[in-house]
């Protein structure tokens, strides 16, 4: 019950501490706000950045040819064979057979040219094209060894296409843009943990007199730091309100007037809810922890005098 007394006491006096010293509160709530919201614009094209690198690696499909004397009984059989192997999608979606007759009834209906070149082609014995498996795989780093691997255990594959060459250079670009996004954003956290902590040894410097006044009637270096860290964590939360109105509110209006898509529906945005509640708890943690961390670091430095 003490220790609810002496918290309570010392909320209460941190939060009347932050509106009596109120210019210098505005100026470290001023330097949370705008580094939040840089940070918040990091976080948003991060996330969507990531979440069209995974569209894409989602979308890339491997296609197995197989030779032309294949029977149809042997066919799903092939299809069995190839879930079967690593890597390779477990869902029912993941690897989808086509016959050679499904696929000459698909590009006969994609253009008249081969509706017409290909009409003659009306049965399995006459259709010089192949039967085919579309394969989606759970790494596409480990492609072209997946690809080895059908190529080898399955006999009547002929050929396997994933794009060679064009997907290496794909999981490369991505893993860096992936890197580089985690890499700004957890530069940005820093810069503001540094800019916030500097503000906060301003304000704290400026109050001196009052830190040298508990010194002297007894005060511990924990009991001096609470009421700062409480601060702080008030200057944080205060600090974060303008970044998440503006995130939650402006990413919405983004999505809104973009309907979803960027440059049609090759690149997505990433939907507003809940990833808005995200960015927004993000935020608010950061101020939070930013805001105490740099209390705390400026009071201890100051007592270390």
Not at 157 to 179: A, H, P, Q, S
Not at 267 to 272: G, S, W
């Amino acid at each position: 019950m003490k220790l609810f007394r002496i918290l309570s006491r010392n909320i209460r006096d941190s939060f009347k501490s932050v509106f009596r010293n109120f210019s210098l509160s505005l100026a470290s709530i001023s330097c949370i706000t705008i580094t939040l919201v840089v940070v918040a614009i990091a976080i948003a094209l991060s996330y969507n950045v990531n979440g069209f690198t995974r569209k894409v690696e989602k979308d890339v499909t491997m296609v197995v040819f197989l030779n032309e004397d294949i029977s149809e009984e042997r066919f799903k059989e092939i299809g069995d064979e190839i879930r079967k192997i690593d890597n390779v999608g477990k869902k029912e979606s993941d690897v989808v057979g086509k016959t050679k007759m499904q696929v000459r009834d698909e590009m006969m209906k994609s253009s008249e040219t081969y509706a017409s070149i290909l009409d003659k082609y009306d049965t399995r014995d006459t259709n010089f094209l192949k039967d085919t498996y579309h394969i989606k795989v759970e790494d596409i780093t480990k492609m072209s060894k997946t690809a080895k691997t059908i190529k080898k255990e399955i006999k009547e594959v002929d050929t396997v296409k994933y794009g060679e060459g064009m997907i290496e250079k794909l999981v490369t670009i991505f893993d860096f843009v992936r890197k580089a996004t985690y890499v700004v954003v957890i530069a940005l956290i820093l810069v503001t943990a540094f800019l916030i902590s500097n503000t906060i040894k301003i304000t704290i410097f400026s109050r001196k007199r009052e830190i040298d006044i508990m010194r002297l009637v007894g005060a511990s270096n924990i009991n001096i730091k609470i009421p700062f860290i409480f601060e702080g964590l008030f200057l944080g939360i205060m600090g974060s309100i303008i970044p998440i109105i503006l995130a939650t509110y402006g990413y919405s209006a983004l999505y809104n007037y973009f309907d979803g898509e960027l440059f049609g529906n090759f690149v997505t945005l990433v939907k507003p809810n809940p990833f808005i509640f995200n960015i927004a708890g993000i935020l608010l943690l950061i101020g939070m922890v930013v805001g105490m961390f740099g209390s705390w670091r400026a009071v201890r430095k100051h007592l270390k005098i």
